[in-house]
């Protein structure tokens, strides 16, 4: 479709200052609790998982380059119970049995700004420049559930089958369900080699929040509205009526597979000296600097209905779903793997294919054309690459002579990829050509402190990704839902450390007290009590930062990275209770940004709200019990931010502000001592601001009005000084 010839008054747009923002959260949880007891192994766990994403494009800019300017906003919120189970019945068969449920409130709001077009334009090109939006909504909880039975059954010392049951039930957008039956059988006929053989059922629903077709009947007689079919279209594509938009025929469905494999492992020296073990029960020990060679390798085959894929359609920077009715993939691997020593190095080369056929959902993703041209022939799916490869070259230090080295791990990596999918341009072939091929060399180096804070290890350690810098496409914004090109990383430098947590193994492999009575730790003393310092990091969730503007109201939904410092003292009022106050001041990377259309088409605002900093001074009460505190607070608090409005995308118009705000602040969370002075905290804050009206002059009014509040969720390291001062 030509694009309009205006909008909002303006008949051309420098695609090179367009300002699009797209914004996302996640985080996820994991709680989970494991039993032995004899025979019997079992595991129980509860997760949870947030994420949104939030795409605001350029009201002017993307309204007149692609004809429509759409707000795109998902959410998703689940939770969970799972649960594993083991039992070793006799020597011959060992039972394994599990389930699953969760419930995930997903949320879904697209508003789509766009121009009618001229009833009296035989061709159904010529848009009227009279901008309004459209609103496309959905809330939905579903629910996942099911559960398997296994068993694992010795045939022979060299023969092992595995084979079980599996069941999954959905409750989406679709409810489909489905019973999976798998096995396998490994086959050892001597030391060296190990063959195997496979095959499973698979039951894949699509994402929840990806779920939903498009309801693209909503733009018909607009800029965004689908082309229209032919008499010639309509006669191949099913569902399709001549002279009415193209329709999306089928809802999103699972997949379902049948997946073949078979493969091989084979060690290519003579088999190391052995020992025997210090521990009666356990295994003999391989002799030192014996050098291994393995070389494994596997094919497998897969067949597919109602394959899912999915893509970035449009200029919002989203995933939407979509099912092709069939689908194969087929291909092999090879890996090599050495050791020597502390000297290791492995690679490992695969080659695919995986092609489909017939676009069965949302099919108005597509031109006609190409969904003629894949209702008959296969074709490349977009992530489909031929060749891949990978490698790692390692060498830690140990015994060296030289105490300061022991420890140290030295390392490099590399990546190599045959490109992925492209369609090659002025032809009708989705995917029918690649990309060059590329490749990347990241290196990293660590040591491990074997005495760090609290005798406890750490290790500490630097990484540098795409050593030599090199550019190269991942994507060049052609081809099935590809729309934007995409990039591998520029060189990038990353250090981290981390700490073990427990009392350290004596012996190698062997836990105190589980093969032999550990003798009593000393009572470790914890000073909660007293000053401390210490620092945090995480995020900042805005709760829905809402603007009122003289046209329309929104929400701007900052977030991002948050980090900062701590400073506190805790006064133990019993040796269960304290209380204690704490300041903190923080950074942060939170923003976000909405788009008001005036109901009259005559122009767009947009607000960019930019927080800087947030600084809080509160009051806490805390729950003691040995190394654990758990807290609640609640004080005052103070936030910086910078704001700006643009009328229609800044051609006509551009004011910002910066401003100071106080508000208050309530959260809580637990702290746990890692030793007598050191502790970690996880933490949640909720700070409000209220709200605050700003001096923004535009066609419509001189004023904004913005209320704030910030969700906070961080993690913090803390340092006591009782007893050091």
């Given at each position: 479709?030509?694009?309009?010839?205006?909008?909002?008054?303006?008949?051309?747009?420098?695609?090179?200052?367009?300002?699009?923002?797209?914004?996302?959260?996640?985080?996820?949880?994991?709680?989970?609790?494991?039993?032995?007891?004899?025979?019997?192994?079992?595991?129980?766990?509860?997760?949870?998982?947030?994420?949104?994403?939030?795409?605001?494009?350029?009201?002017?800019?993307?309204?007149?380059?692609?004809?429509?300017?759409?707000?795109?906003?998902?959410?998703?919120?689940?939770?969970?119970?799972?649960?594993?189970?083991?039992?070793?019945?006799?020597?011959?068969?060992?039972?394994?049995?599990?389930?699953?449920?969760?419930?995930?409130?997903?949320?879904?709001?697209?508003?789509?700004?766009?121009?009618?077009?001229?009833?009296?334009?035989?061709?159904?090109?010529?848009?009227?420049?009279?901008?309004?939006?459209?609103?496309?909504?959905?809330?939905?909880?579903?629910?996942?559930?099911?559960?398997?039975?296994?068993?694992?059954?010795?045939?022979?010392?060299?023969?092992?089958?595995?084979?079980?049951?599996?069941?999954?039930?959905?409750?989406?957008?679709?409810?489909?369900?489905?019973?999976?039956?798998?096995?396998?059988?490994?086959?050892?006929?001597?030391?060296?080699?190990?063959?195997?053989?496979?095959?499973?059922?698979?039951?894949?629903?699509?994402?929840?929040?990806?779920?939903?077709?498009?309801?693209?009947?909503?733009?018909?007689?607009?800029?965004?509205?689908?082309?229209?079919?032919?008499?010639?279209?309509?006669?191949?594509?099913?569902?399709?009526?001549?002279?009415?938009?193209?329709?999306?025929?089928?809802?999103?469905?699972?997949?379902?597979?049948?997946?073949?494999?078979?493969?091989?492992?084979?060690?290519?020296?003579?088999?190391?000296?052995?020992?025997?073990?210090?521990?009666?029960?356990?295994?003999?020990?391989?002799?030192?600097?014996?050098?291994?060679?393995?070389?494994?390798?596997?094919i497998y085959y897969k067949t597919a209905r109602d394959l899912l894929d999915d893509g970035q359609f449009g200029q919002a920077y989203v995933l939407t779903a979509f099912n092709y009715d069939k689908a194969e993939n087929y291909g092999a691997e090879l890996n090599l793997k050495f050791r020597y020593g502390g000297f290791s190095a492995n690679t490992s080369w695969?080659?695919?294919?995986?092609?489909?056929?017939?676009?069965?959902?949302?099919?108005?993703?597509?031109?006609?054309?190409?969904?003629?041209?894949?209702?008959?022939?296969?074709?490349?799916?977009?992530?489909?690459?031929?060749?891949?490869?990978?490698?790692?070259?390692?060498?830690?230090?140990?015994?060296?002579?030289?105490?300061?080295?022991?420890?140290?791990?030295?390392?490099?990596?590399?990546?190599?990829?045959?490109?992925?999918?492209?369609?090659?341009?002025?032809?009708?072939?989705?995917?029918?050509?690649?990309?060059?091929?590329?490749?990347?060399?990241?290196?990293?180096?660590?040591?491990?402190?074997?005495?760090?804070?609290?005798?406890?290890?750490?290790?500490?350690?630097?990484?540098?990704?795409?050593?030599?810098?090199?550019?190269?496409?991942?994507?060049?914004?052609?081809?099935?839902?590809?729309?934007?090109?995409?990039?591998?990383?520029?060189?990038?430098?990353?250090?981290?450390?981390?700490?073990?947590?427990?009392?350290?193994?004596?012996?190698?492999?062997?836990?105190?007290?589980?093969?032999?009575?550990?003798?009593?730790?000393?009572?470790?003393?914890?000073?909660?009590?007293?000053?401390?310092?210490?620092?945090?990091?995480?995020?900042?969730?805005?709760?829905?930062?809402?603007?009122?503007?003289?046209?329309?109201?929104?929400?701007?939904?900052?977030?991002?990275?948050?980090?900062?410092?701590?400073?506190?003292?805790?006064?133990?009022?019993?040796?269960?209770?304290?209380?204690g106050i704490e300041a903190e001041l923080g950074w942060t990377s939170a923003q976000g940004r909405a788009n008001f259309v005036d109901p009259a088409g005559t122009a767009s605002l947009s607000v960019s709200s930019d927080h800087n900093w947030y600084d809080t001074l509160s009051g806490r009460i805390g729950y003691v019990a040995g190394p654990l505190m758990l807290?609640?607070?609640?004080?005052?608090?103070?936030?910086?931010?910078?704001?700006?409005?643009?009328?229609?995308?800044?051609?006509?118009?551009?004011?910002?502000?910066?401003?100071?705000?106080?508000?208050?602040?309530?959260?809580?969370?637990?702290?746990?001592?890692?030793?007598?002075?050191?502790?970690?905290?996880?933490?949640?804050?909720?700070?409000?601001?209220?709200?605050?009206?700003?001096?923004?002059?535009?066609?419509?009014?001189?004023?904004?009005?913005?209320?704030?509040?910030?969700?906070?969720?961080?993690?913090?390291?803390?340092?006591?000084?009782?007893?050091?001062?």
């Open positions: 479709m030509r694009p309009p010839y205006t909008a909002f008054g303006k008949s051309s747009f420098n695609s090179a200052t367009i300002n699009q923002n797209q914004y996302e959260k996640n985080a996820y949880n994991v709680i989970a609790w494991q039993k032995s007891e004899g025979n019997f192994d079992a595991q129980l766990a509860y997760y949870s998982r947030y994420s949104d994403v939030h795409f605001v494009p350029d009201p002017v800019g993307d309204l007149f380059i692609n004809n429509v300017a759409s707000d795109v906003y998902r959410s998703s919120f689940l939770n969970g119970v799972s649960g594993d189970f083991s039992y070793r019945l006799n020597d011959a068969h060992t039972l394994r049995a599990g389930f699953y449920t969760n419930g995930e409130q997903t949320h879904i709001a697209t508003t789509s700004t766009v121009e009618p077009l001229a009833l009296n334009d035989p061709s159904g090109l010529t848009a009227i420049d009279s901008p309004f939006n459209i609103l496309d909504s959905s809330k939905l909880f579903g629910w996942q559930l099911g559960a398997y039975a296994q068993d694992e059954w010795r045939l022979t010392p060299q023969l092992t089958l595995n084979y079980g049951l599996r069941f999954d039930q959905i409750y989406q957008y679709v409810d489909a369900n489905q019973f999976s039956p798998r096995a396998s059988l490994t086959y050892k006929p001597w030391w060296s080699t190990v063959l195997h053989i496979g095959y499973m059922r698979t039951f894949e629903p699509p994402q929840q929040v990806l779920g939903r077709t498009i309801p693209t009947q909503i733009f018909s007689g607009t800029t965004a509205g689908t082309p229209i079919v032919t008499p010639e279209q309509a006669a191949v594509l099913p569902g399709q009526v001549t002279g009415l938009p193209l329709q999306n025929v089928g809802a999103i469905q699972p997949e379902r597979a049948n997946v073949y494999d078979a493969g091989f492992t084979q060690q290519l020296l003579p088999q190391c000296p052995t020992t025997p073990s210090a521990t009666p029960s356990k295994a003999p020990v391989a002799a030192a600097n014996c050098p291994s060679l393995e070389l494994g390798g596997s695969a080659w695919g294919v995986q092609h489909a056929h017939t676009v069965v959902s949302n099919q108005t993703l597509f031109s006609p054309d190409d969904l003629i041209y894949i209702q008959n022939n296969w074709i490349h799916t977009d992530h489909d690459q031929t060749y891949t490869g990978s490698g790692r070259v390692a060498y830690r230090w140990t015994d060296s002579g030289y105490r300061w080295l022991d420890g140290t791990t030295a390392s490099a990596t590399f990546i190599y990829g045959s490109g992925l999918r492209t369609t090659p341009a002025g032809v009708v072939c989705p995917n029918c050509d690649h990309l060059p091929s590329y490749w990347q060399v990241n290196t990293g180096l660590s040591h491990e402190f074997a005495n760090g804070w609290n005798g406890l290890p750490v290790t500490v350690r630097f990484d540098v990704v795409n050593v030599t810098d090199y550019i190269y496409q991942i994507r060049n914004g052609a081809g099935i839902g590809v729309f934007a090109p995409q990039y591998g990383p520029r060189r990038g430098y990353y250090f981290g450390i981390s700490q073990k947590l427990g009392a350290p193994e004596k012996t190698a492999g062997v836990l105190p007290g589980f093969y032999t009575k550990a003798a009593p730790p000393a009572a470790t003393v914890y000073h909660w009590a007293g000053p401390y310092v210490g620092a945090n990091f995480g995020g900042a969730f805005s709760t829905g930062e809402h603007v009122f503007t003289p046209i329309g109201t929104g929400n701007t939904n900052p977030s991002g990275v948050l980090g900062g410092l701590q400073a506190g003292y805790n006064y133990l009022v019993t040796p269960n209770w304290l209380t807290y609640g607070k609640a004080g005052a608090a103070w936030m910086n931010a910078d704001y700006r409005m643009e009328v229609n995308s800044g051609l006509d118009g551009l004011t910002s502000a910066n401003t100071t705000r106080s508000g208050w602040i309530a959260g809580g969370g637990f702290e746990y001592m890692l030793g007598s002075y050191w502790s970690a905290k996880l933490e949640y804050d909720h700070l409000h601001f209220g709200s605050k009206t700003l001096s923004f002059a535009s066609p419509f009014g001189n004023s904004v009005t913005v209320g704030a509040a910030v969700n906070e969720v961080k993690a913090g390291l803390n340092y006591h000084l009782e007893g050091l001062l």
